[in-house]
């Protein structure tokens, strides 16, 4: 991997981790439509550490309020129905599903998941259906002419359900197209939730599937499947465009609507199976190199 190759990686990293539009995705299509070869499941899970680190940043007085909360409910110095040390366990119930899946499917992962083909068609699908979540939740919010206003739910009323729902909702990332916000997000609005909590939640139960991710990967990259430099490099960029796009995206999504990145999704989708199917693009570019 070029030096230029990984400053667009990571730029295109950076952009899309915390849009609902699928960071995997993007890279792959990156690599695929520059001619490059694909850069592969372990680069992406190191560069996302990158922007995980952006989260850590930006969300640091929740996540130590948390934290604080949580060790302090296991030795009985803040009770267990403290809103913050429950958000602690529900962090860790919504991460196993993709712990346990990411583990029983780590070669399809780096393999067949990977295909065009099937990139397009999660485009697409995920796309409309964020597209469903997100008129749903217009329209609690703004009521109708036959309609009241409807309360949709905080992160206050977020149980363990909801949360292994959440946990479940990640998990469909693992599947390159998916987009872990745009999953979970959308799974968030599904349940009744505000786009601001779903949105939170969904950057808080990424930091332990995505960093241990990472860290995992790693070993990839000591034995030389993945190169140093730029791959460093790549994260670096990823961390600062990051943290400029969460912070962007938490203001964005008070006022607006998701649908801008639906179309985006469906009309990026419908191009990548025309140009598959029209043999302009092959569903495996690039795989075939090291």
């Known amino acids: 991997m070029s030096w230029l190759e990984s400053l667009i990686l990571g730029l295109v990293q950076g952009l899309t981790e915390f849009l609902p539009i ?111 979540a997100d008129r749903l939740a217009a329209r609690d919010e703004t009521g109708g002419k036959h309609r009241a206003v409807r309360h949709r739910k905080g992160l206050k009323e977020l149980g363990v359900k909801d949360g292994l729902i959440f946990g479940v909702c990640q998990a469909m990332a693992l599947i390159p197209g998916v987009s872990r916000s745009g999953a979970t997000i959308s799974g968030g609005l599904l349940m009744g939730y505000t786009r601001e909590a779903a949105a939170r939640y969904s950057f808080l139960l990424a930091i332990p599937a995505v960093l241990a991710s990472g860290v995992f990967e790693l070993k990839e990259a000591g034995e030389g499947h993945v190169s140093w430099g730029p791959t460093i490099f790549a994260t670096i960029v990823a961390f600062l465009v990051g943290y400029a796009v969460i912070a962007w995206f938490m203001k964005f999504i008070t006022t607006k609507s998701f649908m801008p990145f639906v179309y985006y999704r469906i009309l990026l989708g419908i191009v990548l199976v025309v140009l598959v199917s029209m043999g302009v693009l092959s569903p495996h570019a690039g795989e075939s190199a090291g």
């Open 22 to 132: 699928s960071s995997s995705a993007h890279l792959r299509l990156t690599a695929a439509f520059a001619g490059w070869h694909d850069p592969g499941a372990a680069f992406t899970a190191i560069t996302q550490i990158g922007t995980e680190t952006a989260v850590l940043i930006y969300f640091r007085k929740d996540i130590a309020r948390i934290l604080s909360a949580w060790f302090g409910s296991l030795f009985g110095k803040v009770p267990r129905s403290d809103h913050d040390a429950q958000m602690g366990w529900l962090v860790i119930v919504g991460s196993i599903p993709i712990g346990v899946l990411g583990v029983t499917f780590k070669d399809h992962i780096e393999g067949p998941f990977r295909d065009l083909r099937l990139i397009a068609t999660t485009l697409i699908v995920m796309g409309i259906v964020l597209g469903i």
